[in-house]
């Protein structure tokens, strides 16, 4: 799919749009997801104009790949999960329910997960 900056995370990186932040770096941006589905959830999304997880690690450089993996892990740090845990997810494509077609991960956290996937 060609990305299309119209989408709402687009927006936000060109502080069209309010939000959050939690963190921020070359690679990344994190903030809180406006509708939580876990006590803790967070959106980490990329500074790469691709669209989702599959686009990105074919059309990235490993330094953007490698920036923006490690920019998750760091807000894991900032949130404090270390002990506890938490999920991540990709949502790629129609069939995972993806809505917004740029790259993010979810950070889900802050209470036991339901295993259900
Ligand atoms: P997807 O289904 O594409 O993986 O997830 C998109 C997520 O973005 C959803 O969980 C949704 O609640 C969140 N979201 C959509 N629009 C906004 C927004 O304007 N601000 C924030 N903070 N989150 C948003």
């Not at 002990?83 to 956290?109: C, W």
């Amino acid at each position: 799919m060609e990305y299309n900056a119209d989408n709402v995370f687009a927006k936000i990186l060109r502080a069209e749009i309010p939000t959050d932040k939690i963190y921020e770096d070359d690679y990344a941006l994190a903030f809180y997801d406006i509708h939580p589905k876990a006590k803790i959830h967070v959106l980490v999304i990329s500074k790469s104009m691709v669209t989702d997880f599959t686009d990105f690690m074919e059309h990235s450089s490993d330094e953007e790949a490698a920036g923006y993996m490690r920019a998750i892990v760091k807000v894991t740090h900032l949130l404090n999960l270390d002990k506890d845990g938490y999920r991540l997810v990709f949502n790629t494509g129609p069939d995972s329910g993806q809505e917004v077609p740029h790259l993010h991960a979810h950070i889900l956290a802050g209470e036991k997960l339901k295993t259900d996937l």
